[in-house]
């Protein structure tokens, strides 16, 4: 079965910067599109950002500018580097397969347990 571990969370500042990583098991990895959602208390998952099989992108309009999704195929890990960090990206978040190759809003795989990032003076 697919297995996704989020690493790379922590207290930053804000202005500062993060870097993710999901290390992916169990699927064909190169095959797959990727995504990263976040998730605050009371709040509904939303998709952050997404990356094709081929490499093409989309983000959240809150995060663009700031945030760049990225794959290493050769490590089945998928990245979000995060820069300019505001307080209200702290969240939790996760990684997954988007269920359909038109859309990453819906994800495929049961969730993983996620990385936390605060971002706090």
């Known amino acids: 079965q697919v297995q996704l571990v989020e690493s790379g969370g922590g207290l930053v500042q804000p202005g500062g910067s993060l870097r993710l990583s999901c290390a992916v098991s169990?699927?064909?990895?190169?095959?797959?599109?990727m995504a990263w959602y976040r998730q605050v208390p009371g709040n509904q998952r939303a998709l952050v950002a997404g990356?094709?099989?081929?490499?093409?992108?989309k983000y959240a309009d809150s995060v663009k500018g700031r945030f760049t999704i990225s794959r290493d195929n050769a490590k089945n890990t998928v990245y979000l580097q995060m820069n300019s960090l505001k307080p209200e990206d702290t969240a939790d978040y996760y990684c997954n397969i988007p269920r359909y190759s038109f859309t990453y809003n819906v994800p495929r795989e049961p969730w993983g347990r996620g990385t936390q990032v605060t971002v706090s003076s």
């Open positions: 169990g699927s064909t990895f190169s095959r797959n599109a």
């Open positions: 990356i094709s099989s081929e490499g093409s992108t």
